[in-house]
């Protein structure tokens, strides 16, 4: 790959940029997923610890540690199971843990395993008890009991499994019991991205689309993206068709605003859900504190939806507060509605 349409971040990895594509590089253009760390933007704590784990693995020909991925939704951490993957030449299973209902379920999926494959649970705390159990001999002996008959008959059988890598991934880490918990050896926790990384996450994107955009056209999308990647694919797709048919194909700081104001999306990056999130604490209910199933009721929304979707970023950018009394809106989300307080 030539050096001239490659940039680079800020602890010196290759980043593709938007200017060009190898025409030799095959291109799924509904998959905008990195393939390898050197093409991944962002966390640098953790690509650096998982870096190292690998080639340290690699080194001892050993397996990979069993790793918890903890975050907000759409941070990366199905996309850096991927590339650890890719990365040990092994094969990727993805499941997640509403779907894993029986025990048989998973015990289906690990006796397909081989030798350092990887299974990636997304939602990992919300296996249920009875699944999870099965789980506990699997990750720490490599090995699942079966009970055959019941009673007096009953008896055991130990199936040995491959040597495989779990990665579980979790927004609600608080969730996942002790003994599950105890047993990953690589625990990270993904943080939201800065304005500068969603920036060159949305040229690369741009130019995986053939979409032409503008320095200031990227910087006003990075701002709006809530400091998440797949927050900003999302909205680059959607403004690419609005300056497809409104503004030539340019994605401009215009066409930015424009389209996103037709998505209801505002300045910070506030969605007409944050907005009414917020509305409805200072409307009605002063302002605050009030809690969770009080907004949820309220809004006639799932409790775990504000939690893992609306939350995390109001609380980042202290847009919402929140307290042991309940949740509170401060001074600045009051200006940001245009809201005066009530005297």
């Known amino acids: 790959m030539n050096d001239d349409i490659i940039s680079y971040s800020s ?8 200017e060009n ?24 704590d953790t690509v650096e610890t998982l870096k190292i784990a690998i080639q340290a693995a690699k080194m001892r020909n050993e397996s ?23 990365e040990m030449g092994k094969d990727l299973t993805v499941t997640s843990g509403p779907t894993l209902e029986k025990g048989g379920d998973l015990i289906g999926i690990l006796t ?5 494959d990887i299974l990636f649970i997304d939602e990992i705390h919300r296996i249920p008890k009875v699944v999870e159990e099965f789980l506990y001999p699997a ?11 019941k009673g007096l008959h009953a008896r055991s059988h130990r199936y040995r499994l491959k040597h495989f890598v779990l990665i579980g991934a979790t927004t609600r880490v608080g969730l996942l019991s002790s003994p599950l918990r105890d047993r990953f050896g690589i625990f990270r926790t993904l943080e939201f991205y800065t304005t500068d990384e969603l920036i060159v996450i949305i040229k690369r994107s741009a130019g995986i689309l053939n979409t032409i955009i ?7 999308l990075a701002k709006r993206s809530r400091g998440t990647p797949r927050i900003a694919n999302r909205l680059l797709k959607r403004v690419r068709d609005y300056s497809q048919v409104k503004s030539h194909g340019k994605v401009t700081t215009e066409s930015v605003k424009a389209a996103l104001s037709l998505e209801g999306i505002d300045s910070l990056g506030l969605t007409v859900l944050d907005r009414n999130y917020l509305k409805t604490i200072i409307e009605f209910y002063d302002g605050g504190p009030v809690g969770i ?15 893992d979707v609306v939350e995390p ?20 989300t009051y200006r940001h509605l245009k809201i005066k307080p009530k005297v």
């Open 11 to 18: 602890d010196g990895r290759k980043i593709i940029t938007a």
């Open 21 to 44: 594509i190898p025409a030799d590089r095959s291109v799924d253009i509904t998959s905008l997923r990195p393939q390898s760390f050197e093409e991944y933007v962002g966390q640098n």
């Open 64 to 86: 990979l540690e069993h790793i918890l991925f903890h975050g907000p939704p759409g941070l990366g951490k199905t996309t850096v199971s991927h590339i650890i993957a890719h």
């Open 112 to 116: 397909n395993l081989g030798d350092g």
């Open 139 to 149: 990750m720490e002996d490599f090995a699942v009991d079966f009970v055959f008959d």
């Open 214 to 220: 503008t320095e200031n056209g990227a910087i006003e």
């Open 293 to 307: 199933e009080a907004i949820a009721a309220t809004l006639q929304e799932e409790t775990d939806t504000l939690v």
């Open 313 to 332: 970023f109001l609380l980042k950018i202290g847009m919402a507060l929140r307290t042991s009394s309940g949740r509170r809106a401060p001074e600045k």
